[in-house]
């Protein structure tokens, strides 16, 4: 399942109820080798690195990444499945926004590159 992470729907119940909310300053992937749970905290793969992504203007509750993340010499030999979006490059702190499946998981090689490409959809589900 993908959808808003509880800071994600957080953030968003604030935005609805008035509050002041900003939006973060950047948005950053990270990896997963299984489903990263609402607190975007489970199952993450050995490669701790965020990168930074940005997304399109979301319609129909979907919304698609607008430029490639990409990874080099990664760490471990593992499968990505899944990422979290996170306000802050990390590795470690700021609040998890969305948390879902990747389109098609792919395994990795350690010493290898990978590359999220831009198009990947994000969708709140």
Do not use: C
Request: hydrophobic share 40%; net charge negative; aromatic share 8%.
């Amino acid at each position: 399942m993908a959808d808003f992470a509880i800071d994600g729907a957080n953030l968003s119940l604030d935005w609805l109820t008035g509050k002041t909310v900003s939006p973060p300053a950047g948005l950053f992937i990270k990896l997963h080798i299984g489903d990263p749970g609402f607190d975007g905290t489970q199952n993450p793969a050995v490669n701790t690195q965020r990168q930074a992504t940005a997304l399109g203007t979301a319609v129909s509750g979907v919304a698609t990444t607008t430029i490639a993340s990409s990874w080099t010499g990664v760490p471990a030999t593992e499968t990505y499945s899944h990422i979290s979006i996170w306000d802050v490059v990390g590795p470690a702190g700021g609040q998890v926004i969305w948390a879902g499946p990747m389109s098609i998981p792919t395994a990795v090689t350690a010493g290898g590159d990978f590359d999220f490409p831009a198009g990947q959809t994000i969708r709140h589900l």
